[in-house]
């Protein structure tokens, strides 16, 4: 993996990176960005970036699948029920997605099925990103972590983020919430799917509610919905949140 421990500088760049596709992002590529971003919006993640999680979905990729579907998972499809449910059939042909941690394009599959066309992944795990990748769905494919640094993804780039499945311990940080605000303009949407119980059991994802309530104080976002809903993963309930960037 090229991108090695940089916890949280959160420095700011908005130049709009040459070469989009395929991007790996370098430490010596970051050194590039100057200044410091807002950081008191952002919750500090005290995590490292977890590089032991992305070689256990390198070894998993190819049975990834297989076994999340025989576990009932049902957080892609409410995550793309809650996107479909929110644009109109008439808009879905110009939304520009970013599904994030999106492994091996789960989420892609239901979306296209509902006639979104324009989706970008991006996933630290190389071969999470070559099964997605065979599924022909996905546009840019960011090779990347989210919530540890500030991507090269360019301010306000995206319609549209969604996450599924990897709001879990040692995966993706609640910090990383900040970054989405920051890629996804105005008027767009981000739809977060969590496993419930992580909102109470894990120290990072207790942060998560207060870091909404928070940026919706600060207006920069605005609660669309909130929806509890069962089967998340085995017997575990799932909450699959809508907000909108203001
Ligand atoms: C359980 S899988 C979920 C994949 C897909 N979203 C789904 O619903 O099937 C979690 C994914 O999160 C990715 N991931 C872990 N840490 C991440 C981080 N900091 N930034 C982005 N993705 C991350 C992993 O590589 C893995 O592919």
Redesign the pocket.
């Known amino acids: 993996m090229v991108v090695h421990g940089r916890a949280s500088p959160w420095t700011s760049q908005s130049k709009i990176p040459a070469e989009m596709e395929e991007r790996d992002t370098s430490p010596e590529a970051d050194t590039a960005a100057a200044g410091l971003a807002d950081e008191k919006d952002c919750r500090e993640s005290r995590w490292q970036v977890?590089e032991h999680?992305?070689k256990a979905?390198d070894e998993w990729a190819d049975r990834y699948e297989l076994d999340?579907n025989s576990s009932n998972y049902s957080?892609?499809i409410s995550a793309c029920k809650a996107i479909a449910d929110y644009y109109p059939l008439s808009k879905r042909n110009d939304v520009k997605i970013l599904?994030?941690?999106?492994?091996?394009g789960?989420?892609g599959s239901y979306l296209k099925k509902n006639y979104f066309k324009n989706i970008d992944a991006?996933?630290?795990?190389r071969k999470?990103l070559d099964k997605l990748r065979e599924k022909k769905i996905y546009g840019t494919i960011w090779n990347d972590?989210?919530?540890?640094y500030q991507t090269h993804i360019p301010d306000g780039y995206y319609d549209c983020a969604v996450?599924?499945?990897?709001f879990t311990d040692d995966?993706?940080p609640v910090s990383s919430v900040c970054e989405l605000v920051r890629i996804v303009k105005s008027g767009g949407v981000i739809c977060t799917v969590i496993r419930e119980e992580n909102l109470t059991n894990s120290l990072e994802y207790c942060k998560l509610e207060p870091t909404f309530q928070d940026l919706e104080k600060g207006g920069k976002i605005e609660k669309v919905s909130r929806r509890v809903f069962s089967g998340y993963w085995f017997r575990s309930k799932g909450v699959c949140y809508m907000h909108k960037v203001l």
């Open positions: 977890p999680t992305v979905y999340v957080g892609a599904d994030v941690g999106a492994g091996t789960m989420i991006l996933d630290p795990s999470m972590y989210i919530g540890f996450t599924s499945g990897a995966h993706i």
